[in-house]
């Protein structure tokens, strides 16, 4: 029967996943040769702040999102666990007492019995013989897909590091904007009084007044407007850490937050994603669920059996002769069953074949979220120079309209649009400063991430099991 079986057991075209990368990244100091065994340096390395370092380390420990990825790591251990438990027989220790009375009609002696049945035993139940490996391979798929929920929460504590990491640089660009802002503020309400003064003994006009007056006016909206922005993000970092940021220490001028990741990195360096580890656990996981859905055609071979002792008497349960045994193997063949098995292999064929498709896609993801942070880093890092070299311009074209004013050369509605292009300038340089640093971020994450800050929560700390041979 099982050489017919095996005859008859189906199979299905099942895809292998492609998993070729480009050699080289497409972009600048990058695309240079550089070993596989090169890596990225921890968060610790990457992060010069010590503020953000400190953030980094109280997410970790704080975050929810974080804590229900863990504890779902967790669940998918214990699924593991009961799913390897059917490899090994059940055993138990068991006892029955019973005592009836028999009518005298229903025996041979035509008088009511009495009888007692008492029994001790140990034995198992129904343990099936793994010959065709079907339990082994339902164990093998929790097992990845346990290990796949364990990448998946350090995959999670890395998005969670690189999103604190951005909300902080998002943070600290408000302040410096705001400061920026406040201080054009100061000025210009100084500029205000003296136009003011000068108005009321008519020695400028009403027109030039209210130029002054709208220029006041619209660096005060855009403090405002950033106080507001300011505050929002505060909110949201307290919510990624716990911890209190309505107030900052104060950084150094051009102080680097995120040190630039190191060139020369291989783009074999992306098979160390969380992510793309995690769908290659998927995809192994889907490979076992295929091998326990074919050796579902196969008989299955399942054993009982107990030993103990039984007596009549509860006082005799123990004496010599009491010894009793029982042995029932069983083997269910279904001959039909309407599909369902051939449904169920198709089923795990088809999730097999989308794994891979998962897997590829995972792996090209990465890719190019590693292409375009290359690409944002070297815009970036020239949106930075020619905002530099703008602002430099339009504090010099300032400079000489307020001269030109002062000597009757032109109106001041030219030093009005010098002093709002300059505010809009400084804002710029402001915002690439520190968009350049989101993307040193964004490069660090996309290539991987390296080691996470801070201790694990509780729910992390279970090491991986070993699986049973």
């Known amino acids: 029967m099982a050489i017919l079986v095996t005859g008859c057991a189906p199979s299905q075209a099942l895809t292998e996943p492609d998993t070729a990368l480009p050699a080289h990244y497409p972009a600048g100091d990058f695309a240079a040769t550089a070993s596989t ?17 400190q953030l980094l380390e109280q997410a970790s420990t704080h975050n929810h999102d974080l804590r229900l990825a863990l504890l779902r790591a967790q669940e998918a251990r214990a699924a593991y666990g009961i799913q390897r438990a059917d490899r090994l027989p059940s055993i138990g220790l068991g006892s029955s007492h019973a005592r009836a009375r028999v009518p005298g009609d229903l025996n041979a002696s035509r008088q009511s019995v009495v009888g007692s049945d008492h029994e001790v035993f140990v034995g198992f139940n129904s343990w099936e013989l793994d010959l065709w490996g079907r339990v082994r391979q339902l164990s093998q798929a929790a097992l990845q897909q346990y290990l796949a929920s364990e990448v998946g929460a350090q995959a999670a504590r890395q998005a969670l590091l690189a999103q604190v990491a951005r909300t902080y640089l998002a943070l600290r660009e408000a302040d410096d904007r705001l400061a920026l802002t406040r201080s054009t503020v100061q000025s210009r309400a100084e ?44 909110h949201a970092l307290h919510l990624l850490t716990g911890a209190d940021v309505a107030q900052l220490p104060p950084l150094e001028r051009d102080a680097q937050i995120f040190a630039p990741v190191p060139v020369g990195l291989p783009s074999s360096l992306l098979t160390a994603r969380p992510d793309i580890i995690a769908a290659e656990h998927q995809l192994q996981a889907s490979r076992a669920q295929v091998g326990a859905a074919r050796a579902a055609f196969f008989p299955r071979i399942a054993l009982t059996g107990s030993w103990g002792s039984g007596s009549a008497e509860l006082s005799g349960l123990f004496e010599s002769g009491s010894q009793a045994w029982t042995f029932m193997p069983s083997i269910a063949l279904p001959i039909f069953d309407g599909g369902r098995r051939q449904a169920n292999l198709d089923v795990a064929a088809v999730r097999q074949n989308a794994a891979v498709v998962a897997y590829e896609r995972t792996i090209q993801t990465a890719f190019r979220e590693v292409a375009d942070a290359l690409a944002m880093r070297q815009g970036m890092a020239e949106q930075v120079d020619i905002q530099q070299s703008n602002l430099q311009s339009l504090q010099e074209r300032a400079r000489l309209a307020q001269l030109r004013y002062d000597n009757g050369a032109s109106p001041y509605l030219d030093v009005l649009d010098a002093q709002r292009e300059l505010l809009s300038a400084a804002q710029q340089l402001v915002q690439a400063r520190y968009a350049l640093q989101s993307a040193h971020v964004s490069l660090y994450t996309a290539l991987g991430g390296g080691t996470s800050l801070g201790t694990a929560a509780p729910a992390a700390s279970a090491t991986t099991p070993t699986p049973h041979s």
Do not use: C, N
């Not at 890596?39 to 953000?52: E, S």
């Open 37 to 53: 065994d090169t890596g990225l340096p921890a968060w610790q390395a990457m992060v010069q702040d010590r503020t953000l370092q």
């Open 191 to 234: 500029t205000l009084r003296i136009f003011t003064r000068r108005h009321e003994v008519g020695a400028t006009s009403k027109y030039a007044l209210t130029q002054v007056q709208s220029l006041h006016h619209q660096a005060l909206a855009i403090a405002v407007q950033l106080e507001q922005e300011r505050a929002q993000l505060a």
